[in-house]
T-cell receptor, first 116, second 113 residues
Framework: GAGVSQSPSNKVTEKGKDVELRCDPI?????LYWYRQSLGQGLEFLIY????????DSGLPNDRFFAVRPEGSVSTLKIQRTERGDSAVYLC??????????????FGPGTRLTVL | AQSVTQPDIHITVSEGASLELRCNYS??????LFWYVQSPGQGLQLLLK??????LVQGIKGFEAEFKRSQSSFNLRKPSVHWSDAAEYFC???????????FGTGTRLQVFP
């Protein structure tokens, strides 16, 4: 079917507000990843889901960031009390299966977050 | 620490010229290596990947890459560049015991007619 989709494509918010970013993975993909792409830090891993559970959240920068995937499909990345340094493009990727597999990660177009 | 280095931030070539983008990695385990391309406003698209076996891998759009364990390198090549190849290229590494991709900082390719 379709590729990975993300919404919104652009989000502008004010410092201190909460935001939610959505990712729809490719149908049937059990693994879902969030990455962040920013000028200063390049492409950084944030969190990985296998099914509904977060298998690796070691890349989340602090406790203002968290993500959920309640039904093992759509995922939401939530950023609370946004700061200007959170401005970046947030990329989602999905792959067929298990940890450490050779399955390709397919990326969505990203959500560009701007914190004023 | 695990890392990927792309020493060239920006490369400019003429259309029809050959291309080589460099990638060096530092990784404790046997690496899985990837090259992705990102066009303006687009997500990342996989060009090719290496896990094991033949060290010369062929990808899409006429790209190839060669894994050289002794040099910890995985350079991307194309014999004749097209204007549509202008984009940003990312090298990435993972392994059997991890889930995440570790990316290099990217190389921006500009193609002149």
């Amino acid at each position: 079917g379709a590729g990975v989709s993300q919404s919104p494509s652009n989000k502008v918010t004010e410092k201190g507000k909460d935001v939610e970013l959505r990712c729809d993975p490719i149908s049937g993909h059990t693994a879902l990843y969030w990455y962040r792409q920013s000028l200063g830090q390049g492409l950084e891993f944030l969190i990985y889901f296998q099914g509904t559970g977060a298998a690796d959240d070691s890349g989340l920068p602090n406790d203002r960031f968290f993500a959920v995937r309640p039904e093992g499909s759509v995922s939401t990345l939530k950023i609370q009390r946004t700061e200007r340094g959170d401005s970046a493009v947030y990329l989602c990727a999905s792959s067929l299966s298990r940890r450490g597999s050779t399955d390709t990660q397919y990326f969505g177009p990203g959500t560009r977050l701007t914190v004023l | 620490a695990q890392s990927v280095t792309q020493p060239d931030i920006h490369i400019t070539v003429s259309e029809g010229a050959s291309l080589e983008l460099r990638c060096n990695y530092s990784y404790g385990a046997t690496p899985y290596l990837f090259w992705y391309v990102q066009s303006p406003g687009q997500g990342l698209q996989l060009l090719l990947k290496y896990f094991s076996g033949d060290t010369l891998v062929q990808g899409i759009k006429g790209f190839e890459a060669e894994f050289k364990r002794s040099q910890s390198s995985f350079n991307l090549r194309k014999p004749s560049v097209h204007w549509s190849d202008a984009a940003e290229y990312f090298c990435a590494v993972s392994s059997y015991n991890t889930d995440k991709l570790i990316f290099g900082t990217g190389t921006r390719l500009q193609v002149f007619p």
